[in-house]
């Protein structure tokens, strides 16, 4: 809990728009479509047919799933990585560091944070940085078995302050709408919400460090 939020592994900072595109803003949802769809199909949950003969002989088919998508299956492989091994794959980490970025673009855009179409590349005006640790040295092997249980607080806070980031939200697009800018300590505190969440998924789902998420939107 000393640890300062600029001090931790996962930091977020997101460029403060003089003017946003009030057309765009009023169409955001409509806009992000394709890119929702980018998404959908990077990190759907797989599904198979198992098809089921009864006695009577009536066939039956039925659908199950068959992973939990990509970040359940990387937080899963990294937690036995970490667990049986001690070790954090360097590109595991960068294939999550990528995919942790673009899926916070996509927040910021759909946040109306940003007029900017989220890019699959460039980091535009969401600066996300993410360290990579040493796993010997700075993850302990157990912890992966209790973080998710530790973090409970966090959960109910993050879900309060979620629910307010939707109001904000809210009254930010009326704000666009009239005056093409996003009022600044709304700004700030989606800003600081979408923070809050990602040290929370750092913590819990990366598992890129052990030191407890700082309560603080900073």
Do not use: C
């Not at 036995?80 to 999550?96: E, G, I, K, N, S």
């Not at 179409?117 to 980091?123: A, D, I, K, R």
């Not at 929370?200 to 700082?214: G, N």
Request: glycine share 6%.
């Amino acid at each position: 809990m000393s640890t300062e939020p600029t001090d931790y592994a996962i930091r977020l900072d997101i460029d403060y728009p003089e003017k946003l595109d009030r057309v765009t803003s009023f169409f955001r949802w409509l806009w992000a479509i394709p890119i929702l769809i980018v998404f959908s199909a990077l990190s759907a949950t797989s599904y198979s047919t198992m098809t089921v003969v009864s006695e009577s002989g009536d066939v039956v088919s039925v659908v199950g799933k068959t992973g939990g998508g990509i970040v359940a299956g990387l937080a899963l492989a990294t937690g036995l990585m970490v667990l049986f091994r001690q070790r954090y794959p360097r590109w595991w980490f960068d294939f999550a560091k990528e995919l942790t970025r673009f899926t916070t673009r996509i927040g910021a855009y759909l946040t109306l944070l940003t007029d900017e179409y989220p890019s699959t590349v460039e980091e535009q005006t969401v600066h996300l940085d993410i360290d990579y640790p040493d796993a010997e040295e700075d993850l302990n092997r157990w912890m992966p078995l209790v973080k998710w249980f530790l973090a409970i607080p966090h959960y109910i806070v993050v879900v309060v302050l979620v629910i307010g980031a939707m109001f904000a939200i809210f009254f930010a697009w009326f704000a666009i709408l009239f005056t093409g800018r996003y009022p600044r300590s709304l700004f700030d505190y989606v800003v600081g919400v979408t923070r809050w969440a990602l040290r929370v998924e750092a913590y819990v789902v990366l598992l890129i460090t052990d030191e407890y998420p700082p309560f603080s939107l900073r």
